[in-house]
């Protein structure tokens, strides 16, 4: 299957109850080649309403970010580990992140990153089964997974906005084979 087709599934599946209230299912963006794989939570109602990931208040945020640990948008793979809203934006629950998992799965095989930024507990929960974001952010697992906070969360205390993006230039630096603790 290719992106193309993989995208269509997403806009399409119904397997859950979230088909059901979502507007636009959100399968994600960016280039099949990218070498940057962003996960995050879920999409948010500007999300829902556009189709498109991180382009609410959190997605700023994350394109600042970007920015400034000198990486295009334009040149990473941005996801979510669910593709639909959940209602009035709780946290997706096990069903729905194991239903939209295999999703996910296909899209890092399709994309191959050197590099996959797991941003926040969902993400880091879903595909290492870890959670604890203070303590697990800026540590590589797995040889390619990289956990840092997700932009929500540094919106809600600034204070992370240093480490999130010495997170981000960890991830644009990024060679395979590097040892397990970075920063």
């Known amino acids: 299957m290719d992106m193309i087709s993989l995208a269509e599934s997403i806009a399409s599946c119904t397997l859950c109850d979230l088909s059901q209230s979502r507007t636009r299912a959100v399968p994600g963006e960016g280039p099949t080649e990218a070498e940057i794989f962003l996960v995050g939570e879920a999409p ?11 382009v609410g208040r959190a997605g700023k945020l994350l394109d600042r970010a970007l920015d400034d640990a000198g990486i295009k948008r334009s040149q990473a793979f941005i996801t979510s580990v669910v593709k639909c809203r959940p209602p009035k934006n709780r946290r997706p629950n096990k069903r729905e992140m194991q239903t939209c998992l295999p999703y996910l799965r296909q899209q890092i095989q399709l994309v191959n990153p050197k590099v996959i930024c ?10 290492l089964g870890k959670q ?9 697992f797995e040889g390619r997974y990289l956990v840092t906070y997700h932009p929500a969360a540094v919106l809600r205390n600034p204070n992370r906005w ?22």
């Open 44 to 54: 948010g109602r500007d999300e829902d309403a556009t189709g498109r990931p991180f």
């Open 118 to 127: 797991l941003m926040g507990n969902v993400a880091s929960s879903a595909l």
């Open 132 to 140: 604890g974001i203070t303590a697990l952010r800026g540590q590589v």
């Open 162 to 183: 240093e480490e999130f993006v010495s997170d981000l230039k960890i991830a644009k630096d990024f060679r395979p084979g590097k040892p397990d603790k970075l920063g």
